[in-house]
Structures are given as C-alpha cells and as structure tokens.
C-alpha cells in the first residue's frame, strides 16, 4: 500500500505562489507515475499535471505555463508549483500515484491522498 499526504495548500491572495508537496509512505515512489488533480465545490475532479518515473510531465490546459510539477524520489514527494493563481484555481488538490501508466485519467491511478485546500482570493 501507498500512504499519500498532500501540505501546503492555504489562502492566497490572486496572483500569489503556492508550493504543494505530496509526501509518500509505504512503498518507494520512484517506479510511479505521480499526478495532481484537482476539484472545485460542485464540479468534477480535473487532471492538473502528471510524471512520470523518469521525469515526463504533461499538464492540463487550464493550468498550462503556470505550474511546474517536480519530484525528488530521493524524499519520495512530488511538488507542484503553482503561480500566478487565480480565483478559478480555487480548489481540493489531490495527489494521486500509477504504478501502471502515465496518464491525465483520473480512474487509472490506484493511491490518492487526503487533499489540501487551495482558496484564491480576488
């Protein structure tokens, strides 16, 4: 089993910076392709950037040119930088890990963590 545990969400004012972390437990992370997705009070969970083991990254179009997503498998955490923010980015992050593919489907990922709350003020 993977243990996730996402930090480092908050209140931030528009156009702020936000650094989300994804700690991991369990199970060494380095083999998995890691993601972030994220979900907004009465809308559906949307995929907000992946890796893969080997440093791949795709990101979602609404995000696209403003996150960075990294990981240091050495501390077994995946981060996601995230600038610019504005008030639509408001939303439950979620940290999400594939030990079978590389990909934005939600469905597809087999450990998700709690989520951090991300709340953009205008």
């Known amino acids: 089993q993977v243990q996730l545990v996402e930090s480092g969400g908050g209140l931030v004012q528009a156009g702020g910076s936000l650094r989300l972390s994804c700690a991991a437990s369990?199970?060494?992370?380095?083999?998995?392709?890691m993601a972030w997705f994220r979900q907004a009070p009465g809308k559906e969970r949307e995929f907000v950037a992946a890796?893969?083991?080997?440093?791949?990254?795709t990101y979602g179009d609404s995000v696209k040119g403003r996150l960075t997503i990294s990981r240091d498998n050495a501390k077994n955490t995946v981060y996601l930088q995230v600038n610019s923010l504005k008030p639509e980015d408001t939303a439950v992050y979620y940290c999400?890990?594939?030990?079978?593919?590389?990909?934005?489907?939600?469905?597809?990922?087999?450990?998700w963590g709690q989520g951090t709350q991300v709340t953009v003020l205008s």
């Open positions: 369990g199970r060494t992370l380095s083999s998995y392709a």
């Open positions: 890796i893969s083991w080997n440093g791949g990254s």
């Open positions: 999400a890990a594939s030990g079978r593919l590389f990909t934005v489907v939600a469905g597809l990922y087999d450990y």
